[in-house]
């Protein structure tokens, strides 16, 4: 009996400490890559209403020390869609992860992503960016904060593998 308490003690105060141990199932994970294919697919595309449409309407986008809501945000993106739609500039993103958490509800990816923009007037240009994203599925999956940490580097992006 003593030692069965003492495991459930043990148990809960892991969880107190540290959270629910993370649950990654790959039917979820299969849907997060689903969900970053399309983000992809939206800004390739130039499919403005399309990214607009992986954030919930409340989320926050955070840029080092800056915090915007994604309104906010998107209102200055919006330019760079309408140019990548009309061919002015052909733009692309893609992501790769270091650590993945999820359960069947709620998500926190953490990673780089690397966008390149190039026109016919400039040479373009391509940035790796060190990111955390916090997701909720609310029929889909739906971006809740976007926190863009800082650069990164080619090398970085290359140690975390494959493509998403």
């Not at 540290?18 to 649950?23: E, H, L």
């Not at 209403?49 to 209102?75: C, K």
């Amino acid at each position: 009996m003593k030692q069965s308490r003492l495991r459930f003690a043990v148990g809960i105060t892991a969880v107190l400490l540290f959270g629910p141990a993370p649950r990654i199932s790959g039917q979820v994970t299969a849907e997060l890559d689903a969900f970053w294919t399309e983000v992809s697919r939206t800004v390739e595309s130039g499919d403005f209403s399309g990214y607009a449409a992986t954030y919930h309407p409340d989320a926050v986008v955070i840029f080092g020390d800056a915090t915007q809501p994604i309104s906010e945000a998107l209102a200055g993106w919006e330019a760079g869609f309408d140019d990548t739609r009309t061919g002015l500039l052909e733009a692309s993103v893609a992501f790769r992860f270091s650590q993945r958490r999820n359960d069947a509800s709620t998500a926190h990816e953490t990673g780089i992503f690397r966008y390149s923009a190039f026109s016919p007037s400039d040479d373009g240009s391509v940035q790796y960016v060190h990111f955390e994203a916090l997701l909720v599925k609310k029929g889909g999956w739906m971006m809740m904060m976007e926190f863009q940490r800082g650069p990164a580097t080619e090398a970085e992006w290359a140690a975390l593998g494959g493509e998403q």
